[in-house]
């Protein structure tokens, strides 16, 4: 009996939202709507510089967002991430478990707990400065096996290729879900990863993934084609089920080589940050309930389509039981 439907490994990262006026940017020398690596030295600069604006905290990190999205969408989830016992480390773990998430580490007594700073100007726009910090330390004695061997899926992002330890941590969990059953779920997480680590993406998808999640451009990267069919047709000969976003179009799914175009919901997004992490979340909740490929790609529509109208990566809604409402008219 499993007690988890998804067992979620990735960078836990505490995201500090703060509205700005567009002046603030220019001052920092930030340029505005793109997401920047800095130091935990520039990132304590900036966040000096913003003790008067307004601030939320949230628990982030892609794919603890799709752990989040999962439990609103009323499946169980635990997460493995890496945080240190400062401020930060003990926000990140109480408000993971508030969004219903089970996230339990051996928190690093040294270091910082990575953040992310958006800051978030009056057209919605977001432009993000993200310090890694402890996060790049994970390894694999972080990874509860014990918890992954009782979940339905393990989900890992492709943003762990960027250091060893953490890429260790992510092979171990994919290798001991396939000893013990546990299906393995992948996102390329961003065209820069897949450009980085291509064949190693390859091999891994070849090796261990059952389901690829990605989004269009990195389909084509990974690919090296020109059309998203045929970036998915290429995809799905290395695992057999493949979900990639086609924005406004919906979602292709592959299924052992079959292609679909699944149509999505249309809306007028007004963010779309963590969009493809919702989608990602619409989708193994409906794998790990039953759904079809097609009907789990259509929750995962809809998820996404309410992220985009939201500014953030949190819904501000509760989806748990609204499956059937939202679903009673597409047909397989």
Known sequence: MKKYDVFGVGNALVDIIAFIEPMFLEKQNITKGVMTLVDETRQGQILADLHEAKKELRSGGS??????????????????????????????????????????????????????????????????????????????????IERLKVSKFVYVEGYLWDGDSTKKASELAMSEAKKHNVKVAFTYSDPFCVNRSRDEFIHLTKEYVDVVFCNTEEGLALSGKTDPREAVEFISKLADYVFMTAGKDGAYVAEKGMISLVPGFPVKPIDTTGAGDAFAAGVLYGLTNGYSNKKAARWGNYVASRIVQEVGPRLTIKLMGRQDEILKDFKD
């Not at 999205?69 to 989830?77: E, Q």
């Not at 408000?95 to 992310?116: I, N, Q, R, S």
């Open 63 to 144: 794919a603890a967002n799709t752990m989040i999205a999962i439990a609103n969408s009323g499946g169980a989830c635990a997460y493995s991430g890496k945080v240190t016992k400062d401020t930060y480390g003990e926000f990140y773990k109480k408000d993971m478990e508030e969004a219903g998430v089970f996230f339990e580490t051996e928190p690093d007594l040294e270091g910082h707990t990575g953040t992310c700073v958006v800051l978030t100007t009056p057209d919605a726009e977001r432009t993000m400065l993200t310090s890694l910090g402890i996060s790049t330390s994970l390894a694999p004695a972080d990874i509860d």
